[in-house]
């Protein structure tokens, strides 16, 4: 039996009530969000899906991660991957379904990230490979893991022994909804997702009264002195022909208008696609931050603080070369698209660097194809199709949603169905 005999056999279950229950997962899980290392519920609900449908289910992984194990008989272990957690955004997209849910402290959550959509679509792979199992051999992976947006769920869950807990991978696999034309995936080899660095800095001045500036040093102005200054970081000290952001996100002083602070804060994130442009952001940082320090007299030296860390993400070219084959025969060549760098980032990667083993992370579409067109053609893509981490951003349900449990059932036959289980490179 062919890989697309086995996925129709498999995918034929796509359908009527078992595609219903997926979608209402689907808005169940966009209605409850839940912030990093908080997904329990989340979690509760891939646990149980996967109990369900036979795999050997470990929890708690990392705090929150979850595994599914089914072991099939001799031939390649292939781990699919989901992200479970959500951002600390108020929806504003007035779907039926739109989260009012808050942090406990009080802070909106919506899945604006898709991230309910990824924990969807690899339940609904999951359950039908299992059910499918006739089809194919080897041992398939489901992990669910948490806190993807502060990149610490992955090592969380590789720092609490996953792969002595489950095996390690031949294999490691995943995909993320993006703005494009839903029906369609997304896949390129090489180096496809940012690294990214997030700090803090702290500024230090001496505090006084607003009506007598000469006796303190504004940690105000020094911020603002700062902010300006990093904004020639890229576009003086980064070559042209390489891609860097360095974004402020985030500026904090005083409380009173007629006091003047002894502090101020300030986060930074930067994106990089090489370590060479990674270190030369790192290193005008710290001699940027420290300079204007001094030029403003400043009492202390000021302090950097690293909040968050992503790796560079890549994939794997003799692995993406596979999955995009397999992808091409399900799809067609027109629904298989290239996918371009982006300045995203994520901790996928971390699972195959740990694991010693290829990984290839794909583009999901999710934007309606007929809004998406029109939008291109009038150069309004940027205004008219929310994307991830906006307040509108919300995936078209159909076909997204089969489409992505698709993929991953296409992805994982690339190695484990009967044309490929021969091989695991």
Not at 61 to 74: D, S
């Amino acid at each position: 039996m062919s890989d697309q005999d086995a996925i129709d056999a498999i995918t034929a279950g796509l359908a009527g009530p078992a595609l219903d229950d997926l979608v209402e997962l689907y808005r169940d899980l966009h209605r409850h969000p839940e912030p990093a290392f908080q997904e329990e519920r989340t979690a509760g609900i891939a646990a149980e899906r996967l109990r369900a449908a036979g795999f050997e289910v470990s929890t708690g992984l990392g705090g929150t991660g979850v595994a599914g194990v089914l072991r099939n008989g001799e031939g390649p272990t292939v781990a699919l991957r989901a992200d479970m957690d959500a951002l600390p955004v108020l929806e504003a997209t007035r779907l039926p379904y739109a989260s009012t849910a808050t942090s406990p402290d009080g802070v909106p959550l919506m899945h604006a990230c898709g991230h309910d959509m990824h924990v969807t679509c690899l339940s609904g792979a999951a359950q039908l490979l299992a059910a499918g199992r006739d089809q194919w051999r080897g041992t398939l992976v489901a992990l669910f893991q948490p806190a993807e947006e502060i990149a610490a769920g992955a090592r969380a869950m590789l720092d609490d022994r996953l792969f002595d807990r489950i095996g390690t991978p031949d294999v490691v696999l995943g995909q993320h909804v993006f703005p494009n034309p839903a029906g369609t995936v997304l896949v390129s080899p090489g180096e496809i997702l940012a690294a990214a660095d997030s700090l803090e800095i702290r500024l230090y001045g001496r505090g006084g009264h607003g009506s007598q500036p000469e006796r303190t040093v504004d940690p105000v102005v020094l911020a603002a002195s700062t902010v300006m200054r990093l904004q020639t970081v890229v576009s003086r000290e980064v070559s042209p022909f390489e891609r860097a952001v360095l974004t402020v996100a985030q500026i904090h002083a005083g409380h009173k208008e007629n006091v003047i602070p002894d502090e101020a804060s300030i986060t930074i994130n930067l994106r990089s696609f090489s370590p060479e442009v990674r270190r030369t952001l790192l290193t005008a940082v710290e001699r940027v931050v420290h300079a204007e320090a001094a030029a403003s007299g400043a009492p202390r030296g000021p302090k950097i603080r690293t909040l968050n860390s992503f790796p560079l993400t890549v994939n794997d070219d003799a692995a993406t070369a596979r999955v995009r084959a397999a992808f091409t025969g399900r799809f067609g060549a027109e629904r298989v698209p290239e996918m371009a760098p982006l300045m995203g980032s994520e901790d996928f990667g971390l699972f195959g660097a740990a694991a010693g083993a290829p990984s290839v992370f794909w583009g999901l579409g999710g934007a309606d194809p007929a809004r998406y067109a029109r939008a291109e053609r009038e150069g309004r893509l940027l205004e008219d199709v929310p994307g991830n981490h906006s307040p509108f951003f919300a995936p078209q349900i159909l076909p997204t949603l089969p489409t992505g449990v698709e993929a991953l059932i296409t992805a994982a036959l690339a190695w484990l169905g009967t044309g490929g289980a021969a091989s695991t490179g």
